[in-house]
């Protein structure tokens, strides 16, 4: 099993050190998982213009590349004006239409304030769904009062980062088996 992560901003510190948090978790817990944590900020990944994702070249191919070799996601973001930061977007516009069909995704979000709450669920959610995911139905919601000194110091929060991490795994393990059986059925 591949899950990879997306730290999904080139600015900030708090939804990397959340998805920091979040695979050392994983790792913790799953220690033979494959685990790649792409963090945008690293990456120099260039507009989509609407080509294939494996013409594309350096950054840009890999990062595409990695996510669509991925059995899980667990992708991080920031909220920005009350919306996931372009630089994840522009991610996902790189990918075809059904790139997560067959993929688990879990979701976590930082955020300034809780007046912010909802865009995962109006914004991130839609668009997995149209490109046809399989996303885990809670997420993990960060407020600027959960960290103190580039630590997430809520216990409430790390719990559900450890649920979130359990909850993908679990999710892709059953789908993995239920494609396998699928496949099975028809004998060839």
């Known amino acids: 099993m591949k899950i990879v992560g997306i730290s999904g901003s080139r600015v900030g510190s708090k939804t990397r050190i959340a998805m920091d948090h979040t695979f050392t978790t994983l790792a913790d817990k799953y220690p033979d998982v494959e685990r790649v944590l792409?963090?945008?900020?690293?990456y120099d990944v260039q507009f989509s213009d609407g080509r294939n994702y494996l013409d594309y070249e350096g950054d840009t191919k890999y990062v595409a590349q990695t996510i669509m070799e991925a059995?899980?996601?667990?992708i991080g973001t920031p909220i920005f004006q009350a919306s996931i930061p372009a630089t994840l977007k522009n991610?996902?516009?790189l990918l075809p239409q059904d790139a997560f069909m067959d993929k688990v995704v879990g979701m976590l979000a930082t955020a300034g304030s809780p007046k912010h709450f909802l865009v995962l669920e109006q914004q991130l959610k839609p668009i997995?769904?149209?490109m046809k995911?399989?996303?885990?139905p809670t997420y993990v919601f960060i407020e600027e009062q959960d960290f103190?000194?580039?630590?997430?110091?809520n216990d409430d929060v790390l719990y559900r980062i450890e649920r979130l991490v359990e909850d993908t795994y679990v999710l892709t393990d059953v789908y993995t088996h239920i494609r396998e059986a699928r496949n099975a059925a028809y004998g060839f």
């Open 133 to 136: 995911a399989q996303i885990v």
């Open 38 to 42: 792409i963090d945008l900020a690293d």
């Open 71 to 74: 059995d899980a996601l667990l």
């Open 128 to 130: 997995l769904s149209y």
């Open 148 to 153: 103190y000194r580039k630590q997430i110091v």
């Open 91 to 93: 991610v996902f516009d």
